[in-house]
């Protein structure tokens, strides 16, 4: 019987163990990594290529919709290259933790970035999604109306970039609680 004491037998099957998770857990950080940049780098191009031109009683006179009439589409193409950026140069440091997944200092690191990056996701999908939010309902009260009538595929491309920016968001998440079981588990 064991009087309380661990063999070393069994201290190094846990620590294997906990390797091969870890490992797993990079190669799961460097799978989200990619997916979040397809997701973050599409919804920037469907956004920066939406525009729209409508023909008003003559072909010389017309209304034109397009992402940069807006500020806050502007901010949305901004900030969404910029997180592809970031996740594209990330992934060095991401195949860095699948080769060392006893790595702490640079994980941390990750984290804190990751985090500033979700932030800034976060910030420009938000604002986006209130402008879109307008172009589909309107507001009457403030003399505001829905130009999704009028403008439908240009209303459809930019309610899509949305959709691939709020995917990046919940990668970006599932990137800062898989760091921090990886952490944890130290």
Known sequence: MKAGGVETGEVARASVVTSGVNK???ILDFILRIVAFVC???SAIAMG???ETLPFFTQFIRFRAKYDDLPTFTFFVVANSIVSA???LSLPISIF???RSAAQNSRIVLVIFDTAMLALLTAGASASAAIVYLAHKGNTKANWFSICQQF???CERISGSLIGSFGGVVLF???IVLSAVALSRR
Do not use: C, K, P
């Open 86 to 88: 970031y996740l594209i």
């Open 173 to 175: 998440v599932l990137l």
């Open 152 to 154: 439908n595929s240009f």
């Open 49 to 51: 290529t939406t525009n």
């Open 40 to 42: 973050t780098l599409g």
């Open 97 to 99: 933790h699948i080769m």
């Open 24 to 26: 797993g857990v990079a």
